[in-house]
């Protein structure tokens, strides 16, 4: 049914995960929109109380697919780019944000850039002690960060600005201390972990955590949340069309990776 994710189902959880572990779970296109149907499908299904996000293999995932973008989008138009950023990286995510049952991001090793935003998504964070986060796009890419600003949301305005600023890694422990991660266990454990507390929440009364959840988003959001994404989105789309971004573009996109590895 699905290629490049997992859709499992134990109990009444689903684990979608990010299934292309040979390139570093790489979000592509067809990635991208299999998740977005995965997520509704557990939506939808009345059998399932809470949903998982992780990834196989040894990282949650590297981010965009960035070769891909290489091939198939470095001469978009403002007009192309906004169509397929706004469905796919903007709309996709807040769809996360926006699913009305609970879910958990489970991360272990790398959880970078657009993979970053989309784990961030999730109501609660549960990381492995080996995960890193990390948003690079700034320094290797010549993007003002990724399409979904949740930086400051979840690691407080002083670390969201290092990060940025020098494309640092936060670990999973920092990330613990600074409120994002809401808790670090051993890689073995983290799946284990991650289904004891999604099957402990989907035992719950479905409605009303679907009202809190509604409520707590609403909190986010009278906070000025989505407003601060909505406009960070039309900023970063300026950025695409930058020198330094037009730079990096010229040089190939695949430098930017090398870029962003050495860093
Ligand atoms: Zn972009």
Request: include cysteine; proline fraction near 3%; hydrophobic fraction near 45%.
């Amino acid at each position: 049914m699905f290629e490049l994710v997992a859709y499992e189902v134990d109990g009444r959880v689903a684990t979608i995960s990010h299934n292309r572990p040979e390139s570093r779970n790489a979000e592509s296109r067809q990635l991208l929109d299999e998740m977005d149907a995965a997520f509704r499908q557990a939506a939808r299904d009345p059998a399932i109380g809470a949903i998982i996000l992780g990834g196989k293999g040894d990282h949650f995932s590297a981010g965009h697919d960035i070769k891909e973008a290489q091939v198939s989008r470095s001469n978009f138009t403002v007009e192309e780019r906004w169509e397929y950023e706004r469905l796919r990286y903007f709309d996709y995510a807040l769809n996360i944000l926006d699913c009305p049952k609970p879910t958990i991001a489970a991360v272990q090793g790398a959880c970078v850039a657009g993979a970053f935003m989309v784990a961030n998504m999730c109501d609660i964070m549960l990381a492995s002690d080996d995960a890193y986060f990390s948003d690079p796009v700034t320094r290797t890419m010549g993007a003002a960060a990724v399409e979904v600003l949740i930086h400051p949301w979840v690691l407080g305005q002083r670390k969201a600005r290092e990060m940025l600023f020098t494309g640092e890694r936060v670990s999973a422990e920092e990330g613990h201390r600074l409120g994002m991660v809401n808790r670090v266990v051993p890689r073995a454990e983290l799946h284990a972990t991650a289904q004891a507390m999604a099957a402990k929440i989907a035992d719950g009364p479905e409605f009303v955590l679907q009202l809190v959840k509604r409520s707590l988003n609403r909190t986010a959001d009278i906070q000025g949340l989505r407003t601060a994404l909505q406009a960070h989105f039309d900023t970063h789309q300026l950025s695409h069309v930058s020198e330094a971004f037009r730079k990096v573009r010229d040089s190939g996109l695949a430098s930017a990776i090398r870029t962003g590895k050495a860093s």
